[in-house]
């Protein structure tokens, strides 16, 4: 248990961060989902326009240290080859 007022302070602001960072991490997780839900639906379009919107989202994660670079590069990687292969199959 925090004694002094310092570390109140601290575990107050840790507590703050934490929800932001819930909520950033949750957004995203429901954009990637819109993203996978166009690619099942087999709309190649609408599925690259909504890449397209949540990349700055995505980039901004990362500068937050919300999500690390690499991760964020597998996601994108990943949607991507996905929205590709539509046209392929």
Same mark, same amino acid.
């Given at each position: 248990?925090?004694?002094?007022? /310092? *570390?109140?302070?601290?575990?107050?602001? +840790?507590?703050?961060?934490?929800?932001?960072?819930?909520?950033? %991490?949750s957004?995203? &997780?429901?954009?990637?989902?819109?993203v996978?839900?166009?690619?099942?639906?087999?709309?190649?379009? /609408? *599925?690259?326009?909504?890449?397209?919107? +949540?990349?700055?989202?995505?980039?901004?994660?990362?500068?937050? %240290?919300?999500?690390? &670079?690499?991760?964020?590069?597998?996601?994108?990687k990943?949607?991507?080859?996905?929205?590709?292969?539509?046209?392929?199959?």
């Amino acid at each position: 248990m925090a004694n002094t007022s /310092s *570390a109140k302070k601290k575990i107050r602001v +840790i507590n703050r961060k934490t929800a932001i960072r819930d909520m950033h %991490k949750s957004r995203i &997780k429901t954009h990637i989902k819109n993203v996978e839900s166009f690619i099942v639906k087999k709309d190649q379009k /609408s *599925a690259t326009e909504m890449l397209k919107k +949540i990349q700055p989202e995505l980039q901004a994660s990362g500068n937050k %240290k919300i999500l690390t &670079k690499s991760k964020i590069s597998r996601i994108q990687k990943r949607l991507n080859s996905r929205i590709v292969n539509l046209n392929k199959k």
